[in-house]
Every structure is written in C-alpha cells, then in structure tokens.
C-alpha cells in the first residue's frame, strides 16, 4: 500500500472514530443522527461509516457534522490530530516546507457547497491577474497559514479542502 492509501486509510478511521464519539457523546443514536440531517443518510450508510466498511465522502461528512453540531474544521483537525505526525497526507506536512499550485480554474468550477469561500478567493486572485499566471497561485506554508486563517479555517481543514485542486512540489 503506498503512502496516499495509507494515509486515507487512516484519516477515514480518525474521521469515523471522531464523528461516533461525538454522536455517542451527544447521547444521539444512529438513528436520531439520520433523522437531524438535513440530507436523507441512511442509518446503515451511518454505520458503514463509523464502522470503516465505507470511506465517507465529503459530501456525507458535512451532512453530518451539521447533523451533529459540530465544525466540520474540528472534525477534519481532530481526526488529523489522531493519526499522528507520522502519517502525512501525500508528503505534505504543515510543520515543514510546503509549496503547493493551486489550480485557480479548477477551484472556480466545483460546485461543492462548502468550498464557497475558497471560490470567492481564487475569483479575487484570477480577476487581479492575467494569462496563465491567472489560472493558478503558489502557496507555500506562511500562504497556507494566512489563508486558512482569513477564512477562518483550520490549516489542516484548508489544506484537505485544496488537495483536489493542487499540485505539490517540494519536499
């Protein structure tokens, strides 16, 4: 298995374990979980989840992290938290160097609700630039930090949230 699946593996186990925990915790069964989301998710689609028989997808996890209250960022940073420096997505490490060529035009074309506020970045960067430099940025760890924080993110949450769109270059 090479270091990506690894680390998925890892980061869907971190994300179940996180979201029953909080579910348990709230006193909620899996049950009053399916019925407080605001998209129909099945209680066995629940239990696949938090038991590790499917990865969850995106889309799945802000149903239920809204379904439970709960920040989809501190989902993302606590399941990071969990799996330990020694587990990095792709190569990346927030500790270290960083140098990432975020994909401006693609970022423009999802639809992904939740990536509405990285949109509205990447239409500001592209309608200031021109050419090819328009369709796509460079960030490096301080411009991770500083964007996270003005979307007040997670830099973890954001980094995950831009992985789709990037391209890593660097150590």
Request: glycine letters at 6%; a positive charge.
């Given at each position: 298995m090479d270091q990506a699946s690894r680390y998925a593996e890892a980061f869907n186990t971190a994300?179940?374990?996180?979201?029953?925990?909080?579910?348990?915790?709230?006193?909620?069964?899996?049950?009053?979980?399916s019925l407080r989301s605001a998209v129909p998710l099945p209680v066995t689609s629940i239990a696949s989840y938090e038991l590790g028989h499917r990865a969850i997808k995106l889309e799945a996890l802000v149903v239920l992290c809204r379904a439970l209250g709960e920040p989809l960022a501190h989902v993302v940073a606590e399941a990071e938290r969990r799996i330990g420096p020694d587990t990095k997505p792709l190569g990346w490490e927030l500790s270290g160097e960083l140098d990432l060529r975020i994909d401006l035009t693609a970022l423009l074309r999802s639809t992904r609700v939740e990536l509405?506020?990285?949109?509205?970045?990447?239409?500001?960067?592209?309608?200031?630039?021109?050419?090819?430099?328009?369709?796509?940025?460079?960030?490096?760890?301080?411009?991770?930090?500083?964007?996270?924080?003005?979307?007040?993110?997670?830099?973890?949450?954001?980094?995950?949230?831009?992985?789709?769109?990037?391209?890593?270059?660097?150590?």
């Open positions: 994300v179940a374990s996180v979201l029953c925990e909080t579910r348990k915790r709230k006193g909620l069964s899996r049950h009053d979980l509405a506020p990285l949109r509205r970045w990447a239409a500001v960067r592209t309608s200031a630039r021109e050419g090819r430099e328009a369709s796509q940025v460079r960030l490096g760890r301080a411009g991770l930090m500083a964007l996270a924080e003005l979307l007040e993110m997670e830099p973890v949450a954001c980094l995950v949230a831009l992985a789709p769109f990037a391209e890593h270059r660097g150590s």
